[in-house]
Nanobody, 115 residues
Framework: QVQLVESGGGSVQPGGSLRLSCAVS????????MAWYRQAPGKQFELVAT???????FYADFARGRFTIRRDNAENMTYLEMNDLKPKDTAVYYC?????????WGQGTQVTVSS
């Protein structure tokens, strides 16, 4: 089984930056895609970004140009670097893995952007 543990959330002022980390443990050899999702208060769950095992990335429109997803297969880590954060980026951010053994979710990490 795969386990995911997020870290790096917190509070930041508008325009600030944060880096979220997702530590992958367990049988990770079959993971194809890593992703970050988020859920803001009162809003739907939404995809932020994905990265495949070979490094191909995809970004939601709101993330493109501000967020960068990066995957380190050797270290079993996935990162989400977020710049120019806005109050509307306030949400719980979740790490996700998809592979032949199914999908796994982390517990989430809170990001709050406020002045």
């Amino acid at each position: 089984q795969v386990q995911l543990v997020e870290s790096g959330g917190g509070s930041v002022q508008p325009g600030g930056s944060l880096r979220l980390s997702c530590a992958v443990s367990g049988n990770s050899v079959h993971i194809e895609t890593m992703a970050w999702y988020r859920q803001a208060p009162g809003k739907q769950f939404e995809l932020v970004a994905t990265v495949t095992r070979t490094g191909t990335t995809f970004y939601a429109d709101f993330a493109r140009g501000r967020f960068t997803i990066r995957r380190d297969n050797a270290e079993n880590m996935t990162y989400l670097e977020m710049n120019d954060l806005k109050p509307k980026d306030t949400a719980v951010y979740y790490c996700n893995s998809e592979g032949t053994s199914g999908a796994t979710w982390g517990q989430g990490t809170q990001v709050t952007v406020s002045s």
